[in-house]
């Protein structure tokens, strides 16, 4: 089994930033692709980020020169930095994770969500 628990979510005003991390523990092997996903109240969940094993990166065209996905290998933790927030990029953040487990089979996981609110 293998857990996926997010920190850093919180209130924040419009303009400020907030850096969220995600840390990945239990039956792993390897990790390739490691995301950031959103979910708007009301709206379907939007990928934001992601960020493979070698560190090649991409962004919804929404959060691109704003947020940048990062990620420790040796601690299993990706991160988003988000910077310039906007009232709407308020949603629950959500990591996901694509695990090579120790016997060779993948399997994705989710977080549990962390809550980001933006005040105008």
């Known amino acids: 089994q293998v857990q996926l628990v997010e920190s850093g979510g919180g209130l924040v005003p419009a303009g400020g930033s907030l850096r969220l991390s995600c840390a990945a523990s239990g039956n792993i092997g390897t990790i390739n692709t490691m995301d950031w996903y959103r979910q708007a109240p009301g709206k379907q969940r939007e990928l934001a980020a992601t960020i493979t094993n070698g560190g090649r990166t991409n962004y919804a065209d929404s959060v691109k020169g704003r947020f940048t996905i990062s990620r420790d290998n040796a601690k299993n933790t990706v991160y988003l930095q988000m910077n310039s927030l906007k009232p709407e990029d308020t949603a629950v953040y959500y990591c996901?994770?694509?695990?090579?487990?120790?016997?060779?089979?993948?399997?994705?996981?989710w977080g549990q969500g962390t809550q980001v609110t933006v005040s105008s």
């Open positions: 996901n994770a694509e695990v090579v487990v120790p016997w060779g089979k993948t399997y994705s996981y």
